[in-house]
């Protein structure tokens, strides 16, 4: 920071000759015209391999590189979607095709042009088995194990402005995947290097055409970002600041980030504590809860007790979520209400406050459906078997996992339910997570829209930990993935939610949240429908 | 004492022996690099969770197809003594393997971050020297109450917490060192200082305890009988003391490494500290192995040099070898 920099070279100056380190000493000039925006991140594993889009599935990597990469549409925080590098697309009746029309002005910060072939090799390389890739393949409908199962068949070039995506079958969130930092595009040159360096990223492979540039990279430490001057291609609406440089500074430790920011050394944090909100003084904060599947208790349909519609019932009623989840993350993350948390498309705001706690409504549940017994340590019993379930979570729990999870298990023995809780390693749990022998599990799951319900709760779905197999709730979910219409969608969505909070497959507790703070010198900073910042109209 | 001036009249035998105590400190470092390569896959193998789940990690959208697509890139379907086999001969050229993350070969990996470790462990070791041995010689006087007590509180400081403090005050509060700032000499001035307080601390005990034993030889009554005062004193006993600081060699790596860790997660620094948390948390398993052989290296031929210097400071240990040999 310009304040600091004499006075802090001159001591290092004096402290580094006496370490006999004077060599080492390298002042960093301050050329921003525009000024610097520091935004401290923590980072993760990003240094591991994660700068390439197409194949990271990391958050932290889409937040850092949505500045450097572009995609051909932007979608805004109500879903909606606004022309980007594509200045017009067209959706078929069918579903069955897509064509975007390219602006014609956008180059790439090495010079290279966009046009339709660049488009298409993109999409060919995010699909590339070589590319290995985790996330955005899956975002357009393509399927890695099974390429023929796909939804996504391929991109075609029209003409040079003109790009077509075709389809197998209708896949609806498409555009929604066209729109994330995963399928930003590449400049033509880095499709050349090598995986390993895509990953590995640098300021020579990590080029695209976004509103900075990467100028230098420290892995595990810092990525210094340049505005991109000849930037003229935001998505519509959108202005562009006049920050000169974004530094990115990764700060594994809450505190020192909150510090950062609270002292003055930093701008902007990212990955804000739920608890630490009322820490950050008079810094702005932006809690977004993320799309998706809130954090949530998965109780398996197939197993002993749980397969009373009545005990899961029991269950949801007994836990006070709202005071527990409080007590763990504060002001932080809000108490959820749906399988869907209330930022994603087709939220059900019709089940807000229908099943809040009461003990002894629960309590006549568990009558009702026979556990009317008591033995000596105060549990409910039938047939002389305590009404016991087993919740496993996989190992490293996060304290706060763990400390939530302990008001849990004491709401549910004050209405006579056993919940053992078992913490085993990820082996262990996936072998028992295959056949699903697990009685209830738990985690949160972030997604573009209503579709990842299917994943919970569609025969076969790969997150459905509930193992719910209910041939008129896999029609209509099929019915919404086919769908192209968002309000019918909508309203299919609803039907599923409102058939949970009858079948109790799925208890939500919370929405998790993205929580970012910025100070007030920072002007027009904005976030994505994710809640990432988007640092394009930053001045400070 | 009497055999030393025959042996060093026989040079032929002499340089022969020289090449066979060369060779045996040879063979000793390879046993322990051996031995720590070794010891390291055991632990591996052990350890709980599969290396490409945690690739992969949560918010993947993948199934078993590309999972066993990544098991075989990274040779994880092979039986592991293959890839034990495969290690070791790896290791002999000089192969560490590449980085199941990265996608690198381990020695880039390691080699792009060992520089900000190096730098950040030579200022706290220089610091430290310097530290304990102004301990050391204040304590001789009537601070000898205080210091003991600071270096006391100092060695069972947590470092993760002393990195904070440090921060709190000289970065976020006088706003000296900025913790931000990456690129010039300043950002390396807390690191150093939280690193340097435990070691500085222990070498502080080690080495006065040394001096307090070396006052108390007869020889220094002879050297004060002389009529030296206590520096001139002070440079007869430090020699002693210094003997005893030295065997501390490896115990100081170790702690450097690990309150590298902290240091460089406390401090966001670029560096082998956080490359080892990561590769651990992350089953990165070529890398941990890399960085278990290469400590093992470090650790083995230090105190090869350690064992040397402290010959090379008191004459007794070079007598008695050559009497015994």
């Known amino acids: 920071m310009p304040r600091h920099a004499r006075s802090t070279a001159a001591v290092a100056l004096v402290v580094a000759a006496g370490f006999g380190l004077a060599a080492c000493a390298a002042p960093s000039g301050d050329d921003a015209d525009g000024g610097t925006v520091t935004f401290a991140i923590e980072g993760g594993n990003i240094a591991n391999g994660h700068m390439n889009p197409h194949r990271t599935q990391l958050d932290s990597s889409a937040m850092v590189l949505r500045n450097v990469f572009d995609s051909l549409v932007a979608q805004n925080q109500d879903g909606s979607f606004s022309p980007w590098l594509a200045e017009s697309y067209e959706v078929a009746d069918d579903g069955l095709s897509y064509t975007f029309t390219l602006r014609d002005d956008v180059t790439f910060s090495d010079g290279e042009a966009l046009d339709a072939e660049v488009v298409k090799a993109n999409f060919d390389h995010v699909i590339d088995p070589e590319t290995t890739s985790f996330r955005a393949a899956a975002l357009i409908g393509y399927n890695t194990?099974?390429?023929?199962?796909?939804?996504?068949?391929?991109?075609?070039?029209?003409?040079?402005?003109?790009?077509?995506?075709?389809?197998?079958?209708?896949?609806?969130?498409?555009?929604?995947?066209?729109?994330?930092?995963?399928?930003?595009?590449?400049?033509?040159?880095?499709?050349e290097l090598d995986q390993a360096d895509l990953a590995a990223g640098s300021p020579e492979a990590t080029v695209g055409s976004g509103p900075f540039v990467l100028t230098e990279y420290v892995p595990d430490q810092e990525l210094v970002l340049e505005r991109n001057d000849d930037y003229a291609w935001a998505p519509e609406g959108a202005e562009i600041g006049t920050a000169q440089t974004l530094d990115i500074r990764i700060l594994p430790e809450a505190s020192v980030r909150n510090g950062a920011l609270t002292s003055g050394e930093a701008q902007v944090i990212a990955d804000v504590l739920p608890t630490d909100v009322d820490q950050l003084g008079d810094a702005e904060t932006e809690v977004w809860e993320l799309p998706g599947v809130?954090?949530?208790?998965?109780?398996?349909?197939?197993?002993?007790?749980?397969?009373?519609?009545?005990?899961?019932?029991?269950?949801?009623?007994?836990?006070?979520?709202?005071?527990?989840?409080?007590?763990?993350?504060?002001?932080?993350?809000?108490?959820?209400?749906?399988?869907?948390?209330?930022?994603?498309?087709?939220?059900?705001?019709?089940?807000?406050?229908?099943?809040?706690?009461?003990?002894?409504?629960?309590?006549?549940?568990?009558?009702?459906?026979?556990?009317?017994?008591?033995?000596?340590?105060?549990?409910?019993?039938?047939?002389?078997?305590?009404?016991?379930v087993e919740w496993v979570a996989w190992t490293p729990q996060p304290d706060d996992a763990a400390a939530l999870a302990d008001l849990i298990q004491q709401d549910l023995a004050g209405i006579g339910v056993e919940l053992v809780r078992s913490v085993v390693e990820p082996a262990e749990y996936n072998a028992r997570y295959g056949p699903k022998e697990i009685d209830?599990?738990?985690?949160?799951?972030?997604?573009?829209?209503?579709?990842?319900?299917?994943?919970?709760?569609?025969?076969?779905?790969?997150?459905?930990?509930?193992?719910?197999?209910?041939?008129?709730l896999d029609a209509i979910l099929d019915e919404a993935a086919a769908s192209t219409d968002p309000a019918e969608q909508a309203a299919l969505y609803e039907q599923v939610q409102q058939w949970n909070a009858e079948q109790w497959a799925i208890v939500p507790l919370y929405s998790?949240?993205?929580?970012?703070?910025?100070?007030?010198?920072?002007?027009?900073?904005?976030?994505?429908?994710?809640?990432?910042p988007l640092f394009l109209g930053v001045s400070v | 004492?009497?055999?030393?001036?025959?042996?060093?009249?026989?040079?032929?035998?002499?340089?022969?022996?020289?090449?066979?105590?060369?060779?045996?400190?040879?063979?000793?470092?390879?046993?322990?690099?051996?031995?720590?390569?070794?010891?390291?896959?055991?632990?591996l193998q052990l350890v709980p969770g599969?290396?490409?789940?945690?690739?992969?990690?949560?918010?993947?959208?993948?199934?078993?197809?590309?999972?066993?697509?990544?098991?075989?890139?990274?040779?994880?379907?092979?039986?592991?003594?293959?890839?034990?086999?495969?290690?070791?001969?790896?290791l002999l050229v000089g192969d560490l393997g590449t980085s199941f993350q990265a996608r690198q070969p381990v020695a880039e990996v390691i080699g792009s971050a060992v520089g900000p470790t190096l730098q950040l462990a030579a200022a706290a070791l220089g610091l430290a020297v310097l530290l304990a041995l102004v301990g050391a010689?204040?304590?001789?006087?009537?601070?000898?109450?205080?210091?003991s007590a600071v270096e006391l509180v100092a060695a069972s400081t947590p470092t993760f917490w002393s990195g904070l403090l440090l921060i709190t005050v000289f970065s976020f509060g006088l706003g000296w060192f900025p913790i931000i700032a990456t690129r010039d000499a300043a950002s390396l001035v807390l690191p150093a200082v939280t690193l340097a307080i435990p070691?500085?601390?222990?070498?502080?005990?080690?080495?006065?305890?040394?001096?307090?034993?070396?006052?108390?030889?007869?020889?220094?009554?002879?050297?004060?009988?002389?009529?030296?005062?206590?520096?001139?004193?002070?440079?007869?006993?430090?020699?002693?003391?210094?003997?005893?600081?030295?065997?501390?060699?490896?115990?100081?790596?170790?702690?450097?490494?690990?309150?590298?860790?902290?240091?460089?997660?406390?401090?966001?620094?670029?560096?082998?500290?956080?490359?080892?948390?990561?590769a651990i948390l992350n089953r990165d398993l070529p890398v941990v192995m890399a960085l278990v052989v290469l400590s093992g290296l470090v650790f083995a031929v230090l105190s090869q040099v350690a064992d040397l210097g402290a010959r090379a400071l008191d004459p007794r240990l070079r007598s008695s070898e050559r009497a015994s040999g």
Do not use: C
């Open chain 2, 137 to 147: 010689v204040l304590s001789r006087g009537v601070l000898r109450g205080f210091v």
């Open chain 1, 440 to 472: 209830i599990t738990d985690w949160s799951f972030a997604g573009t829209g209503g579709e990842v319900l299917a994943n919970h709760l569609r025969t076969g779905g790969f997150q459905n930990a509930s193992a719910v197999s209910d041939p008129s």
């Open chain 1, 145 to 191: 194990e099974q390429p023929e199962d796909s939804a996504y068949r391929e991109a075609v070039v029209v003409d040079d402005r003109t790009v077509r995506f075709e389809f197998d079958r209708p896949f609806a969130p498409f555009l929604s995947g066209v729109a994330t930092p995963f399928l930003g595009l590449y400049s033509p040159a880095s499709l």
């Open chain 1, 512 to 532: 998790p949240a993205r929580i970012t703070a910025s100070s007030s010198d920072v002007e027009g900073l904005s976030y994505d429908i994710y809640g990432r």
């Open chain 2, 50 to 90: 599969d290396p490409v789940d945690t690739i992969i990690g949560v918010d993947a959208q993948v199934g078993e197809e590309t999972r066993a697509r990544v098991r075989e890139d990274l040779g994880l379907d092979l039986p592991p003594w293959l890839r034990y086999l495969q290690y070791l001969g790896g």
């Open chain 2, 1 to 43: 004492m009497t055999a030393a001036p025959t042996q060093r009249r026989r040079t032929a035998p002499g340089a022969a022996a020289l090449l066979r105590a060369l060779a045996s400190r040879l063979g000793a470092v390879l046993m322990v690099l051996w031995g720590a390569a070794t010891l390291a896959f055991l632990a």
């Open chain 1, 294 to 388: 809130p954090y949530s208790l998965y109780l398996n349909v197939n197993r002993g007790a749980l397969q009373d519609v009545r005990v899961r019932e029991a269950i949801a009623r007994g836990i006070d979520v709202e005071a527990d989840v409080e007590s763990v993350y504060g002001e932080g993350y809000p108490r959820a209400w749906s399988a869907l948390t209330s930022t994603t498309p087709g939220y059900d705001a019709a089940l807000e406050g229908s099943w809040d706690v009461d003990a002894a409504a629960a309590e006549a549940l568990l009558d009702e459906a026979g556990w009317t017994g008591t033995d000596a340590e105060g549990f409910r019993t039938k047939d002389g078997e305590r009404l016991s």
């Open chain 2, 199 to 278: 070691v500085a601390a222990i070498l502080g005990q080690v080495l006065r305890e040394g001096l307090d034993a070396a006052a108390a030889e007869p020889f220094a009554l002879t050297v004060r009988a002389r009529g030296a005062g206590p520096i001139r004193l002070l440079g007869h006993t430090l020699r002693h003391a210094g003997v005893g600081t030295l065997a501390l060699a490896g115990y100081l790596l170790g702690s450097l490494l690990g309150g590298a860790v902290l240091v460089e997660t406390v401090f966001g620094r670029a560096g082998l500290g956080r490359m080892v948390l990561a």
